[in-house]
């Protein structure tokens, strides 16, 4: 590959239900260290950006490149791209280990390497020590690293979260912020990550995109978008969190 190009290049996506522009003209680049972050208020189409490079939604117009392969068209098993959503749906009659593995059996991995594989996403999330536990028996925290562990394991070419931290409470928040970061250094495929939280797509991002009505408003990095942040809806969180004397 050329290490020069852009690993993932999506350019002008759109997707129109009836009368409703869902997203309109996204472009986007993003290279293997990126932490993409799409941020925007509820219903402004961030879902449905994930959605259509994940191949769950076809697009009205518009092109996906992955690794230099034209992917628009793909079913979406054939992406190699993996997807965490905001609900972590693991299947509750199996332990963590067997959740995490799940794919790989799926595709008739051998035993020996599913163990491998399995061991090596559990100690990459800390999670060792839960192996045998059942999603009941799991902290909101922990059953979130399972199902992301569940997408890792595969070895996905790109990775996709949607609003991952939304269910959880604040302190955890803040805390799988930290964690996320340090996943993503570990990591060597580009992330696209989804949340309505200004300040969370601003503690994550190497690279931000601010969406308002399925159009991209502003993209950055977070201290350029900082300096002259421009739409609606972050320039007034920015100016709430000011008034509100939030740390950063
Ligand atoms: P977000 O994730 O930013 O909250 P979505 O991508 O879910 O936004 O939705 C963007 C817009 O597209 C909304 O107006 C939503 O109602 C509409 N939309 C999303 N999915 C569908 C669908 N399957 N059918 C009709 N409209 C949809
Ligand atoms: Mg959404």
Same mark, same amino acid.
């Given at each position: 590959m050329n290490h020069l190009a852009p690993f993932l290049r999506i350019e002008n996506l759109s997707k129109c239900y009836g009368p409703t522009a869902a997203v309109q003209s996204f472009t986007l680049t993003a290279s293997c260290?990126?932490?993409?972050?799409?941020?925007?208020?509820?219903?402004?189409? &961030?879902?449905?950006?994930?959605?259509?490079?994940?191949?769950?939604?076809?697009p009205s117009s518009g092109t996906i490149w992955l690794d230099g392969q034209n992917i628009t068209a793909l079913k979406p098993a054939r992406r190699d791209i993996a997807m965490v959503f905001q609900?972590?749906?693991?299947?509750?009659? %199996?332990?963590?280990?067997?959740?995490?593995?799940?794919?790989?059996?799926?595709?008739?991995?051998?035993?020996? !390497?599913?163990?491998?594989?399995?061991?090596?996403?559990a100690q990459l999330l800390g999670i060792t020590d839960i192996l045998n536990r059942r999603p009941a028996q799991l902290s909101g925290g922990q059953q979130q690293r399972?199902?992301?562990?569940?997408?890792?394991?595969?070895?996905?070419?790109?990775?996709?979260?949607?609003?991952?931290l939304s269910n959880l409470?604040?302190?955890?928040?803040?805390?799988?912020?930290?964690?996320?970061?340090r996943l993503a250094q570990r990591?060597?495929?580009?992330?696209?990550?989804?949340?309505?939280?200004?300040?969370?797509? %601003?503690?994550?991002?190497? &690279?931000?995109?601010?969406?308002?009505?399925?159009?991209?408003? !502003?993209?950055?990095?977070?201290a350029e978008i900082l300096a002259d942040p421009r739409g609606t809806f972050l320039p007034l969180f920015l100016?709430?969190?000011?008034n509100n004397s939030a740390p950063w």
């Open positions: 260290d990126d932490f993409v972050v799409i941020v925007g208020p509820s219903g402004c189409g &961030k879902s449905t950006v994930l959605r259509l490079v994940a191949g769950l939604t076809a609900d972590y749906a693991l299947y509750p009659h %199996l332990t963590v280990a067997q959740n995490i593995a799940f794919p790989l059996k799926l595709r008739h991995a051998p035993r020996a !390497q599913r163990r491998e594989r399995v061991e090596a996403t399972v199902a992301i562990g569940r997408a890792l394991v595969r070895e996905p070419r790109l990775f996709l979260m949607d609003e991952p409470d604040a302190h955890l928040r803040l805390t799988m912020r930290t964690e996320f970061r990591l060597d495929v580009p992330i696209l990550y989804v949340t309505h939280d200004p300040a969370e797509a %601003l503690a994550l991002a190497t &690279k931000l995109v601010v969406m308002e009505a399925g159009r991209i408003v !502003q993209a950055g990095t977070p100016e709430a969190a000011k």
